[in-house]
């Protein structure tokens, strides 16, 4: 089997007296798609803060294709490879679709355009390059019709898509996706569900999905992680963790 993509070892994250993640443990497989569950509080947010060195955890280290991301700042995660999705929404209201994505470019690595062909100054090749990769996500994203409107003015579902988008644009190894279905209706989350498998046989990532759509993380997900007062108390395939009783009491509250 190959090296995980992403290991989790023992991390534990404390507010004060609050534990909020207790010894963490976790692998992720390259080009795989594990769901994050667990009830409000369960820590997950927590986590994917940490996978995005928005947090550092108390304990613990997070490897990355074998390296710490500890020791990185946070606004250079995005270079190694660690995409994210937020939430609420983090798009700029008053740009264009088109600009938003563009910015996301603008998190790429250098490395990414030195073996390309074109015989330009790096910067121009830079800008070049980034304007016509934003333009080709949009294009995979459907969003071409909206690309010079205004997010601020679209749907909230096509926000979530530019968001997603925003993301692509980074050119991600890991995606992390946070409660990407929230505020969807039915249709946009089955939508939803098809355009997470295409991305990731589309663009050979691996995607750790947070969601409390529990349908949506069981169809699309290949292996399942879940916790509940910041411990994890089941790990394996949709239909494994579905049968855990530690799951069902959590979800149940009868423990
Ligand atoms: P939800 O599904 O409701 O978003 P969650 O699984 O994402 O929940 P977290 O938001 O990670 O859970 O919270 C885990 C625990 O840590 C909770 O008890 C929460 O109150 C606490 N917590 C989270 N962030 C902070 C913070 N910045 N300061 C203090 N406590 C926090």
Redesign the pocket.
């Known amino acids: 089997m190959s090296e995980p993509i992403l290991s989790v070892r023992d991390v534990a994250v404390r507010?004060?007296g609050?534990v909020?993640l207790d010894g963490i443990s976790f692998d992720m497989p390259v080009r795989k798609i594990v769901g994050l569950i667990?009830?409000?509080?369960?820590?997950?947010?927590?986590?994917?803060n940490c996978l995005s060195r928005l947090y550092v955890p108390s304990d613990g280290d997070i490897l990355f294709e074998g390296k710490s991301i500890l020791t990185r700042p946070a606004h250079r995660i995005a270079e190694i490879g660690i995409g994210r999705t937020f939430q609420n929404l983090a798009l700029f209201q008053n740009l264009t679709v088109l600009d938003n994505v563009r910015i996301g470019g603008h998190c790429r690595t250098r490395s990414d355009y030195v073996s390309d062909a074109l015989n330009l100054p790096w910067s121009r090749r830079n800008e070049k390059q980034i304007d016509e990769s934003a333009r080709s996500i949009i294009d995979y994203l459907d969003l071409r019709g909206v690309a010079q409107r205004r997010v601020g003015d679209l749907p909230f579902g096509t926000q979530k898509r530019v968001e997603l988008a925003r993301a692509l644009a980074t050119n991600p190894k890991l995606l992390l996706l946070d409660e990407p279905a929230c505020g969807l209706n039915h249709e946009e989350i089955e939508e939803l569900g098809e355009r997470i498998r295409h991305i990731r046989d589309d663009r050979n990532l691996t995607v750790l999905l947070?969601e409390?759509h529990m349908s949506l993380v069981m169809s699309v997900s290949d292996q399942v992680v879940a916790?509940n007062f910041?411990r994890k108390i089941a790990e394996g395939t949709p239909a494994e963790v579905q049968r855990s009783p530690d799951v069902i009491a959590a979800y149940l509250g009868t423990e």
């Open positions: 507010f004060g609050i909020a667990g009830p409000n509080g369960a820590g997950k947010t927590t986590l994917f947070v409390h916790l910041g």
